[in-house]
């Protein structure tokens, strides 16, 4: 028969055990890091079987995003808002490189803000979902932070508060006017889903 006491001890010990399990799963306070465009997408999201995710951002205007703080354009647009330096300013970075304002400790050591509008901008950091046993799983994906980005997303940056906004910069289908068109600027960065292998 069981002492008291150690019945105790192996009930008091069990919320430490799943308070153990959810910070190895990623759940609770605990925050993932972002990893970056190199440990993402140059590890798997490459191939034209798993989609090629790399490729398709790599043309993008997101892959250029910080590039475009450096140019003599953006020193032009900056003035508009008071920045003298875009590529330092909390205005333009917010926009223009993932991780900004992330502390330093969740940001992995590969990651760098020169690699512009990357992955996690809109899917959420990484850490906690990049296994592919996970990534496989999208309900586990998204319980580990995967985020699926959607018009919502896009307009946190692609609306008035940016200097180079034009209101009327595209025509929807129905001919109206607006300074951002989503139906027209996610065919642009659409990337597919990894294709599932054909079991033989």
Known sequence: MRSGKGLWA???SVPLAVALVGVARGEGDEKPKFLGVEACAKLCHKSEPQGNQLGIWEQSKHAEAYKRLLTPEAK????????DAPEKSDKCLKCHASGF????ELLDEG???EHGVQCETCHGAGEFYKKKTVMKDRKKAAELGMVLGDEKTCLQCHNDTAPTWKADRYT?????????DYAQMWPKIAHPLPKEKKEE
């Open 111 to 113: 990651f760098t803000i």
């Open 76 to 83: 032009e647009a900056g003035k508009k808002v008071g920045v």
């Open 101 to 104: 304002g992330v502390p330093k």
């Open 172 to 180: 929807t289908k129905d001919g109206k006017k607006v300074g951002f």
């Open 10 to 12: 192996v009930l008091a």
